[in-house]
Nanobody, 126 residues
Framework: QVQLVESGGGLVQAGGSLRLSCAAS????????MGWFRQAPGKERETVAG????????YYADSVKGRSTISRDNAKSTVYLQMNSLKPEDTAVYYC???????????????????WGQGTQVTVSS
């Protein structure tokens, strides 16, 4: 049974930083693309960042590019999202997800991911 468990969310002031972690189990972690997604109230779930199995190919949404870093530790089956210079508009529930389909130009898209965590709340106050 695949499980993805996020941690590291919380309340932070604008300009602050957070590091999200997602521990995976029940899958061959290094074979999966991993991603971070977020969903704000009343909005659709959107991709924040994605990372391929080898960790060398990454994707960032324009909204977080330059402020966030996704990384993975395949030995620990864990993926991370370091977020800096946080803005109130970053407030959302953040989800970790894993995908088996590793090819395709839209590998980072929401609908390409098969397994999802329960989410962790990130709130950025102004």
């Amino acid at each position: 049974q695949v499980q993805l468990v996020e941690s590291g969310g919380g309340l932070v002031q604008a300009g602050g930083s957070l590091r999200l972690s997602c521990a995976a189990s029940g899958l061959t972690f290094s074979s999966y693309i991993m991603g971070w997604f977020r969903q704000a109230p009343g909005k659709e779930r959107e991709t924040v960042a994605g990372i391929r199995g080898n960790g060398h190919i990454v994707y960032y949404a324009d909204s977080v590019k330059g402020r966030s870093t996704i990384s993975r530790d395949n030995a620990k089956s864990t993926v991370y999202l370091q977020m800096n210079s946080l803005k109130p508009e970053d407030t959302a529930v953040y989800y970790c997800a894993g995908g088996r389909t590793t090819y395709g130009s839209r590998w980072y898209a929401v609908d390409n991911y098969d397994y999802w965590g329960q989410g962790t709340q990130v709130t950025v106050s102004s």
